[in-house]
Structures are given as C-alpha cells and as structure tokens.
Nanobody, 115 residues
Framework: VQLQASGGGLVLSGGSLRLSCAASGKISGVNVRGWYRQAPGKERELAATIINNGITNYEDSVKGRFTISRDIRKNTVTLQMNSLKPEDTAVYFC??????????WGQGTLVTVSS
C-alpha cells in the first residue's frame, strides 16, 4: 500500500486547511485509514480515523473542528480542518491499517498555524 498525502501549509489561527491522502496498491485489505500528527518535541498522536464501515474517531482536542471523510471510488481520505489553532501545528501523517494489523504511513505534510 502506498499513501500519497497532499495539502497542508501555513494558515492564520481560525483558518481552515484540507489534507488529502490517496491510496494505491493492495488496498483491499485496508480497514482503517486516517491521520496522525506529531507536534515539535511531542510524540505522534492520532488526529482522526475512519473505519470501512464509516465509523469515525477523533482526538478530543479536534472534535467539532476536524472532519474526516473518504471517497471510496478514488481511494482517498480527506481531513477538513476548521477553526485551526496554533496548537494544531504539526506534521500530519497519512495512515492505513489492514485487517492483519499491518500499518502503512504516508509522507508527512506540515501544517503551521500562526497566531
């Protein structure tokens, strides 16, 4: 499975950004997709995930501000990030997990929120 992330960039506090992650390769076994993020000096943490049945999961601090969605035909997962805060500044990593618990990572994309 190959994951190609796009989006990210610099935005003012309160602004919005959209991240996209396109998957290719043997994706039939993937049952969870999403985004993790790693802020400077911190460990990587879950931001949002979506399971094949459509159930979503969000880190508490992004609930109500971030929305994860998927386009099954395009094998793409999108993270819409609204009301961004400086503490959302991080490298965001596209993520996929298979039925056999194998994990794939895309390249990171930097999101910088300035106050």
């Amino acid at each position: 499975v190959q994951l190609q992330a796009s989006g990210g960039g610099l935005v003012l506090s309160g602004g919005s950004l959209r991240l996209s992650c396109a998957a290719s390769g043997k994706i039939s076994g993937v049952n969870v997709r999403g985004w993790y993020r790693q802020a400077p000096g911190k460990e990587r943490e879950l931001a949002a995930t979506i399971i094949n049945n459509g159930i979503t999961n969000y880190e508490d601090s992004v609930k109500g501000r971030f929305t994860i969605s998927r386009d099954i035909r395009k094998n793409t997962v999108t993270l819409q990030m609204n009301s961004l805060k400086p503490e959302d500044t991080a490298v965001y990593f596209c993520y996929a997990k298979t039925n056999y618990e194998r994990i794939y990572w895309g390249q990171g994309t930097l999101v910088t929120v300035s106050s």
